[in-house]
């Protein structure tokens, strides 16, 4: 018998509920979606079948918050009125064909080039329907990015060939030291779907909020995906305060935020298709182990991720990442990413069955 590929993990709010309930489609009032480039091809089955098969059994509005290829993938959720399917396999190819051009002498793409192709990608996809991913009857999107701060001495305000690395050098010295310390250097700007505000409590980090527009909401993707050094800051965005947007993962990489103010709603759960079962709170915090721990922050929630077991059957042993663009060549990148792809179906299948389940015990996060 084949091991199980899906394992599914829960905060302790969570999973009372799951074991005296099973886990239903009404239950659910808000998706994460994690910044982490190709590993997030992996959610694909899941994202296919929850946004495709079973989140529609519910009728109340259900919020999807997401950064860099999360904001990505719940942008296509919410784009996806008709064909969701349809809508998730074009993400990914979309995902997987993608390639840049290295100049001579160069090791890799310049970023220059890379966000114009980049922005190309994904106006080939939203570009005139910008309008519908806002007016989907059920889903609320909210796309995290990350802004310089103007305050202080401001190095990451403006992008620059010398302010920025020294801006982020001094960012990582105090996120070192403590995480609210990274709020001298950057902040978090969620822009929401007018119609509803995200309903959470963001008092962790220094946070603004803006509305999501038709004007806007190619850019806020664009930025949410644009890593320091590897794409360009978006600078000046529609709608929102002046300056340069980054990657809405150096912030919030995993969106690690405070989801407890939903257990007072009647959708009182957070469902969290993750690659992984840690929910890490910045890109900064990757190698601080002690920030990778649960916190009360997570006890409403209901995270699904990929076994080893499952992840060691896969191309290479291992989940798809950004380095496969620098050790593969294109043709085999793509090879691997999409049988990826392929697999991802056994998440999808395998959690379709735990939702038939009248009672589900899940293990702690």
Not at 217 to 224: C, I, M, Q, T, V
Not at 237 to 242: D, I, N, S, V
Request: proline share 7%; charged share 20%; net charge positive.
């Amino acid at each position: 018998m084949a091991a199980a590929a899906l394992q599914l993990h829960a905060g302790p709010a969570a999973r009372a509920r799951l074991a005296e309930r099973g886990l239903h489609a009404g239950d659910v009032g808000l998706v994460p979606a994690a910044a982490g480039g190709p590993k997030g091809l992996i959610l694909n089955g899941l994202d296919r079948f929850v946004f495709g098969d079973w989140l529609p059994q519910a009728r109340h509005p259900v919020h999807l918050v997401g950064a860099s290829i999360g904001a990505w993938r719940m942008a296509t959720a919410a784009l996806a009125q008709r064909d969701v399917a349809a809508a998730f396999d074009a993400m990914a190819e979309a995902y997987v064909a993608q390639d840049y051009d290295v100049l001579p002498g160069d090791k890799r793409p310049r970023p220059e080039g890379v966000s114009r192709r980049f922005g190309e990608i994904l106006a080939g996809i939203f570009a005139g329907r910008e309008a519908e991913v806002l007016a989907h009857p059920r889903l609320r999107l909210h796309i995290v990015t990350s802004r310089g701060q103007h305050k202080g001495l401001g190095l990451l305000a403006r992008e620059g060939r010398l302010r920025t690395p020294l801006g982020y050098l001094g960012a990582f010295a105090a996120n070192a030291v403590s995480r609210p310390l990274l709020g001298r250097f950057l902040e978090r700007v969620v822009f929401s779907d007018p119609r509803d505000r995200l309903p959470l409590r963001l008092a962790d980090f220094t946070t603004r909020e803006v509305h999501l527009s038709r004007a806007n909401l190619r850019g806020a993707l664009l930025a949410s995906c644009s890593i320091p050094f590897w794409l360009q800051a978006q600078a000046d965005l529609p709608g929102a305060p002046r300056g340069a947007y980054w990657d809405g993962g150096i912030t919030d990489y995993h969106l690690h935020l405070d989801y407890r103010a939903l257990q007072a709603t009647s959708a009182p759960l957070v469902l969290y298709p993750h690659f992984q079962r840690q929910v890490v709170p910045g890109w900064l915090d990757k190698a601080l182990k002690h920030r990778h721990r649960p916190t009360a922050f997570l006890d409403n929630v209901v995270l699904l991720c990929p076994s080893p077991a499952w992840i060691a059957g896969l191309p290479g042993a291992k989940l798809p990442d950004r380095n496969d663009f620098l050790k593969l060549d294109a043709g085999e990148r793509r090879r691997r990413w999409r049988t990826a792809v392929r697999e991802s179906q056994r998440l999808a299948d395998e959690f379709a069955a735990l939702v038939q389940r009248d009672s589900i015990a899940a293990l702690p996060l």
